[in-house]
């Protein structure tokens, strides 16, 4: 494919940002595009082109056939479409490459793929991997789906078939309550992604959420970096990322690596990737999903594996083999990520916006801050709610968490709510600290949490007030001396 030269980033925010900087480090020039109500991102002005896309504000970054156009007016032999909107369109990826520009990620066929939750369960089954019992077909009748339901045993689960990040998603734990669960999965479905089918598969109860970082060029090398522990969630959406899992069983660690990279060897795959499975109280595993591009996760798996995840993809697009083998990548300590995201946890994680108008950010050794905001930095109210992350790392796991707690009470962002109030009674759970915790975690502790930041801001103002105080004693006696 030859080297690339110029990239277009189909995308945003602090993952816009994120791409920006490796490509940087590659000597690779960088261009971005922005929507009317992100004509002030930091992103825009830290690229070295940028270009406008007017009219709708969620549009900007879906329409491919205008992004296109204007990689190709600036020249770009590629996009990148980091994490979200165009990321997982197999009809993006193809047009990219009917239109002569290198995509950075997957085959449009993978990605097409492991779009459609049932045939990628097909193919994974097919090629050795451990799946749910449910259904292998979409399926839209509620009669049909609770006979199916009735004959797994309940609980089950059922899944939008042509969508992911928990929409479409519902436990179902007996028959009287399948049909409207049904209909509320669908009818979500619907609004999110068009579509209404769905599958059903048997319902784990209290399992871990592992995810498996792999990485493959076009010559059929693919190698592992570690495991992401994604238990920690609400409402199936992932709030806490760690690397690696604190408490997993080192024989499940070894297969789940063997599962993941024969998988994508078998199955021809080729850029960066994720599998995620879920695992049970006695360690079974279960193939859940493949995701074909970025994770917001990356980090942790980029500090413990000394690995930059964007540049691998950058470089795998080009066609470079991988320069490095399973042996050569030295996993270190453990990392944690906490997404901050603009929402008001008393007001049920209700989306917030506004104005930032004091920003104080956390630093020191082992931790890292992704993100696109600053002070005066005025959120928009036309997308996803996560305005950064944090991530922290050290050389054992209670480190980490020791860490996470001083660097969470270190950060300080005035102007709108946020969930910084929820980390930090996380990292002060005895559960967390002993790294005891599955998908039900949050269900589970939330009503013991108090969820109020207001007790942090009234410190952090009883601080100011007595340096204001002390200051102006100061120049009261500094007055009184000259005089």
Known sequence: MGKISKVLIANRGEIALRIIRACKELDITSVAIFSEVDVEGVWVRKADECYPIMGDVIKAYLDYDVIISIAKKANCDAIHPGYGFLSENADFAKACEDNGIIFIGPKPEHIALFGDKMASKVAMKEVGVPVLEGTDEPIDNVNEAQKIAEDIGFPVIIKAAFGGGGRGMRIVRSKKEFKEMFESATNESIKYFGRGEVFIEKFVENPRHIEVQVIADKFGNVLHLGERDCSIQRRHQKVIEIAPSPRLNPSARKELYRIATKAMFKLGYESVGTVEFLLDSEDNIYFIEMNTRVQVE????????GVD???????????????????DIKFRGYAIEFRINAENPQKNFMPSVGTITKYLTPGGPGVRLDTAIYSGYKVPANYDSMVGKLIVWSLDWDGAVKKARRALDEFYIEGFPTNISLHREIVRDEDFKNGKFTTSYLDEKLETFTLSGEQHIKEEEEKVARIVSFISKLKEKNIKTKQ
Do not use: C, F, N, W
């Open 309 to 327: 995840i964007i540049q691998r993809m950058i470089q795998i697009a080009e066609g470079d083999k991988l320069q490095m083998l399973q042996e």
């Open 298 to 305: 990356h980090p942790v798996t980029e500090i413990t594996s």
